[in-house]
């Protein structure tokens, strides 16, 4: 090779050692342009239904929380499980596991 070529593939390395800089910095850019995290989707959660609370609360009470239970019920403004607004189930349902004995 003669010094002609070495210089002209010298230059043209240095050329794509600048494109890929350019290449980078554009990429650095890009992501700090994108939010940190992304947005967690929260998938959404499927309504209760009536027979989940029931059998959620005959459990209770067969373990021997029937006043607990009971209590539970009166507390959401119902004399009877069946009268407990489905717009309360998820709530009822968080107090009604947190029934247990203490130990």
């Avoid at 794509?16 to 850019?29: D, S, Y």
């Avoid at 009536?50 to 929380?65: H, L």
Wanted: aromatic letters at 4%; hydrophobic letters at 35%.
């Amino acid at each position: 090779m003669t010094k002609d070529n070495l210089e002209n593939l010298a230059n043209e390395m240095a050329n794509c050692t600048k494109t890929l800089l350019r290449i980078v910095e554009a990429l650095e850019n890009e992501m700090n342009n994108r939010t940190a995290e992304p947005e967690k989707v929260v998938p959404e959660r499927k309504a209760l239904s009536f027979e989940e609370v029931r059998k959620a609360a005959a459990d209770k009470s067969r373990q021997g929380f029937t006043a607990e239970v009971k209590a539970l019920i009166e507390k959401y403004g119902a004399e009877k499980l069946s009268s407990v607004k489905p717009e309360d189930y998820e709530a009822f349902m968080k107090e009604l596991e947190g029934i247990s004995h203490a130990g």
